[in-house]
């Protein structure tokens, strides 16, 4: 059973830091791109960051890009998304995803979430003082 899980979230100070983990199971990442998303309470669900399978292409959504980075190992089937210099507005659920489309597993770009076959359960992200 092919399976992502994440991991790492927690309450964290504005300012802090935190590193959300992407593993997987069932499946070698190496052949994926990693998207990240994230949805905060009454918001719709929003594109973070990607990563390419081999990790030599990424993208940010303008509101993260300077302090979040996405990187993988694919020696341990797993992508992180070190956060940095959270605010308040980051508070949301965390998501990895990916697919089996050409577009979703190739590609690094924010498709419409129904195009991914393949999500994690999500980890809460509270950054509050």
């Known amino acids: 059973q092919q399976q992502l899980v994440e991991s790492g979230g927690g309450l964290v100070q504005p300012g802090g830091s935190l590193r959300l983990s992407c593993a997987a199971s069932?499946?070698?990442?190496?052949?994926?791109?990693i998207h990240w998303f994230r949805q905060a309470p009454g918001k719709e669900r929003e594109g973070v960051s990607c990563?390419?399978?081999?990790?030599?292409?990424?993208k940010y959504a303008d509101s993260v890009k300077g302090r979040f980075i996405v990187s993988r190992d694919n020696a341990k089937n797993t992508v992180y998304l070190h956060m940095n210099s959270l605010t308040p507005e980051d508070t949301a659920v965390y998501y990895c995803?990916?697919?089996?489309?050409?577009?979703?597993?190739?590609?690094?770009?924010?498709?419409?979430?129904?195009?991914?076959?393949?999500w994690g359960q999500g980890t809460q992200v509270t950054v509050s003082s």
């Open positions: 995803a990916t697919g089996s489309s050409l577009a979703t597993r190739s590609l690094c770009m924010f498709l419409p979430t129904a195009a991914y076959g393949y």
């Open positions: 069932g499946f070698a990442l190496d052949y994926y791109a």
């Open positions: 990563i390419t399978s081999g990790g030599g292409s990424t």
